[in-house]
């Protein structure tokens, strides 16, 4: 017995002993990857569109983490306080001999938005004024594409590429007759006339009320992307809404002929300008290249100032609990009660990217802005969408600034409750219930609710619609009787909202950066993000249980945590209960 615990420790330890020898060598490999490399003259700075822009950039995995660092692979998303604070910073930089962007724009979630493409977009024009210049060569170009990169001097198209300018349309399935067909019945409770969310649910068609927001709304988003283009390449705005309307693709000729683009070729024709920035000789690779993210990574941070300007960013669905990668009520209720409390912090900026969620973590949230407003500067900066519960948690900000193809408005608030008890009936199954009140079933898939049940849940959804309507009316300083006008869930455009005192300034993360520190009366300041991503080795041992400052001593003190951690490992998970039933203001 004894001659077995002796194996089976040493087995343990040796299973210790090799995770440790692992955690090591992949932390020299990423902390080697990570120091950033010195900017060499005749830099070219290079900006990749095919990565995502967030606002904020996801926290990396265990699993992705180790990954990353055997294969080598680069980061699938990048900051947009990266890429605009890189762009303007290399408009003044010596070193940095140009700008050339590459790749198709590619949405994922809520990365790559109108708003925050056009914050991309005003970044590239700062370079540019700085007679640097900017140079793109695209294999085909759709709307959001030409938006950004109709700004470059040279803009060259493939010879067999297609530029796509259409339009903009918003495609709604509709479920009334399927779920008939399979037994699927949907009650709803809601206010807002406006309020489309449950209309699939309902409805086989698209009301005129839906249809009269979606027009409205898709042509102020298009007549954004018309205005910008029109302007960058010297056009009548005419000639591209003609282009929409009576062909809506063309090829890459004709995209030359109506001067979209500056010229037709592959791009060896745009690398031999490329080698000539860099110094590069012809024939060899062109190395003397940074992504915007990499010529970030490099630039002086001022931590020594004792000011500080902290940005906390809510971007996705708002849901209840705490969760660090999601916008979660107690999570982002707690980095606002930090900066609250911290008392270098002088100002914050609130940056919403998200279409609403629960209506109780919205307040949670809402209410530490409330607080903090109190204390110190807060300003909201509204991303791709800030509509519905996203505008509910912007309504108290000192002030708020939109885009002007920023999502927002949407008050509203509605409950969807399905019952499958038709279609499990017909499957031969009988469902049947035991219960102490006659209520206690109500959430239950079985059965629909009665009258009397869904008479106390609207009962909730006016209260809580009325509630929206208090809040924004004392948080915007408005009439009430002006807001439920504007209100009855209809999202406008950042535009829009801007002329009905929904916004007050159209304008990016900068701008709302700028007028916080502005309004906190700093010269000098550090920004701090609350929710910025450690390195890729300090984000590991986070993942390992092992809180240790790396860049001090990474090997100090880490065999008794992991130890822990992997003596944790045999714990029992707790159980994350939520409400089965919360109204959704989205």
């Given at each position: 017995m004894k001659s077995f615990l002796k194996t089976v420790f040493a087995s343990f330890t040796g299973m210790i002993l090799v995770l440790l020898l692992l955690a090591v060598l992949i932390g020299v490999m990423l902390t080697a990857k990570e120091t950033p490399q010195p900017i060499e003259d005749k830099t070219l700075l290079t900006l990749n569109l095919g990565v995502p822009i967030v606002d904020r950039q996801p926290r990396q995995k265990f699993a992705s983490v180790i990954r990353g660092a055997l294969q080598d692979r680069k980061s699938d998303r990048q900051s947009l306080r990266a890429v605009v604070t890189a762009l303007r910073k290399a408009a003044k930089d010596d070193r940095i001999s140009g700008l050339y962007i590459k790749g198709n724009v590619v949405r994922d979630g809520y990365a790559s938005g109108w708003a925050a493409l056009k914050e991309v977009r005003k970044a590239i024009e700062a370079f540019k004024a700085s007679g640097k210049p900017v140079i793109t060569w695209q294999e085909g170009l759709d709307e959001a594409t030409l938006y950004v990169v109709s700004t470059a001097d040279r803009l060259v198209l493939n010879p067999l590429g297609l530029l796509e300018f259409n339009g903009f349309a918003s495609e709604v399935p509709y479920f009334r007759s399927a779920f008939e067909k399979y037994g699927i019945d949907v009650q709803v409770s809601r206010v807002g006339k406006y309020k489309s969310a449950v209309e699939p649910f309902l409805l086989d068609h698209m009301s005129e009320e839906n249809r009269e927001q979606l027009d409205t709304l898709l042509n102020d988003l298009f007549d954004e992307v018309v205005a910008a283009v029109a302007k960058s390449r010297n056009l009548p705005v005419s000639s591209l809404h003609e282009l929409a309307q009576k062909e809506a693709v063309v090829e890459a000729d004709q995209a030359l002929k109506r001067g979209l683009v500056t010229a037709v070729g592959y791009y060896d024709v745009v690398r031999e300008k490329l080698e000539a920035l860099t110094g590069t000789e012809a024939g060899k690779a062109i190395e003397n290249q940074k992504s915007v993210s990499d010529y970030f990574a490099?630039?002086?941070?001022?931590?020594?100032?004792?000011?500080?300007?902290?940005?906390?960013?809510?971007?996705?669905?708002?849901?209840?609990?705490?969760?660090?990668?999601?916008?979660?009520?107690?999570?982002?209720?707690?980095?606002?009660?930090k900066a609250r409390t911290d008392d270098d912090v002088k100002a914050v900026v609130l940056r919403v990217n998200s279409p609403g969620g629960s209506a109780s973590a919205s307040d949670i949230i809402q209410r530490e802005t409330i607080l903090l407003a109190k204390k110190k500067p807060l300003v909201i900066s509204m991303g791709a969408v800030a509509a519905s519960g996203g505008y509910w948690i912007s309504a108290y900000g000192d002030e708020i600034y939109a885009e002007p193809n920023t999502i927002t408005g949407s008050i509203g608030v509605f409950g969807l409750f399905l019952n499958v008890q038709k279609l499990v009936n017909e499957l031969g199954v009988k469902v049947e219930v035991a219960r102490t009140a006659p209520a206690a079933d109500v959430f239950s898939l079985f059965r629909p609710k009665t009258p009397q049940e869904m008479e106390i849940i609207q009962k909730f959804i006016d209260h809580i619609y009325a509630e929206f309507l208090d809040k924004v009316a004392e948080g915007r300083k408005l009439d009430r009787a002006a807001v439920h006008e504007i209100a009855q869930g209809r999202v406008w455009s950042g535009k829009r909202a801007l002329e009905l005192g929904l916004v007050d300034k159209l304008g990016g993360l900068e701008d709302a950066m700028a007028s916080a520190a502005k309004r906190a009366n700093l010269d000098s300041y550090a920004v701090e993000e609350y929710q910025k991503e450690g390195t890729l080795l300090e984000e590991l041992m986070k993942e390992m249980g092992m809180e240790v400052q790396l860049r001090q001593n990474p090997l100090v003190d880490t065999t008794w945590k992991q130890v822990q951690y992997l003596l944790s490992l045999t714990d029992a998970k707790g159980i994350y209960a939520r409400m089965p039933y919360d109204l959704i203001i989205h």
């Amino acid at each position: 017995m004894k001659s077995f615990l002796k194996t089976v420790f040493a087995s343990f330890t040796g299973m210790i002993l090799v995770l440790l020898l692992l955690a090591v060598l992949i932390g020299v490999m990423l902390t080697a990857k990570e120091t950033p490399q010195p900017i060499e003259d005749k830099t070219l700075l290079t900006l990749n569109l095919g990565v995502p822009i967030v606002d904020r950039q996801p926290r990396q995995k265990f699993a992705s983490v180790i990954r990353g660092a055997l294969q080598d692979r680069k980061s699938d998303r990048q900051s947009l306080r990266a890429v605009v604070t890189a762009l303007r910073k290399a408009a003044k930089d010596d070193r940095i001999s140009g700008l050339y962007i590459k790749g198709n724009v590619v949405r994922d979630g809520y990365a790559s938005g109108w708003a925050a493409l056009k914050e991309v977009r005003k970044a590239i024009e700062a370079f540019k004024a700085s007679g640097k210049p900017v140079i793109t060569w695209q294999e085909g170009l759709d709307e959001a594409t030409l938006y950004v990169v109709s700004t470059a001097d040279r803009l060259v198209l493939n010879p067999l590429g297609l530029l796509e300018f259409n339009g903009f349309a918003s495609e709604v399935p509709y479920f009334r007759s399927a779920f008939e067909k399979y037994g699927i019945d949907v009650q709803v409770s809601r206010v807002g006339k406006y309020k489309s969310a449950v209309e699939p649910f309902l409805l086989d068609h698209m009301s005129e009320e839906n249809r009269e927001q979606l027009d409205t709304l898709l042509n102020d988003l298009f007549d954004e992307v018309v205005a910008a283009v029109a302007k960058s390449r010297n056009l009548p705005v005419s000639s591209l809404h003609e282009l929409a309307q009576k062909e809506a693709v063309v090829e890459a000729d004709q995209a030359l002929k109506r001067g979209l683009v500056t010229a037709v070729g592959y791009y060896d024709v745009v690398r031999e300008k490329l080698e000539a920035l860099t110094g590069t000789e012809a024939g060899k690779a062109i190395e003397n290249q940074k992504s915007v993210s990499d010529y970030f990574a490099t630039l002086t941070k001022d931590d020594k100032a004792k000011d500080k300007l902290a940005v906390i960013y809510a971007e996705g669905d708002i849901i209840s609990g705490s969760d660090k990668d999601q916008v979660s009520g107690d999570y982002i209720a707690s980095l606002l009660r930090k900066a609250r409390t911290d008392d270098d912090v002088k100002a914050v900026v609130l940056r919403v990217n998200s279409p609403g969620g629960s209506a109780s973590a919205s307040d949670i949230i809402q209410r530490e802005t409330i607080l903090l407003a109190k204390k110190k500067p807060l300003v909201i900066s509204m991303g791709a969408v800030a509509a519905s519960g996203g505008y509910w948690i912007s309504a108290y900000g000192d002030e708020i600034y939109a885009e002007p193809n920023t999502i927002t408005g949407s008050i509203g608030v509605f409950g969807l409750f399905l019952n499958v008890q038709k279609l499990v009936n017909e499957l031969g199954v009988k469902v049947e219930v035991a219960r102490t009140a006659p209520a206690a079933d109500v959430f239950s898939l079985f059965r629909p609710k009665t009258p009397q049940e869904m008479e106390i849940i609207q009962k909730f959804i006016d209260h809580i619609y009325a509630e929206f309507l208090d809040k924004v009316a004392e948080g915007r300083k408005l009439d009430r009787a002006a807001v439920h006008e504007i209100a009855q869930g209809r999202v406008w455009s950042g535009k829009r909202a801007l002329e009905l005192g929904l916004v007050d300034k159209l304008g990016g993360l900068e701008d709302a950066m700028a007028s916080a520190a502005k309004r906190a009366n700093l010269d000098s300041y550090a920004v701090e993000e609350y929710q910025k991503e450690g390195t890729l080795l300090e984000e590991l041992m986070k993942e390992m249980g092992m809180e240790v400052q790396l860049r001090q001593n990474p090997l100090v003190d880490t065999t008794w945590k992991q130890v822990q951690y992997l003596l944790s490992l045999t714990d029992a998970k707790g159980i994350y209960a939520r409400m089965p039933y919360d109204l959704i203001i989205h």
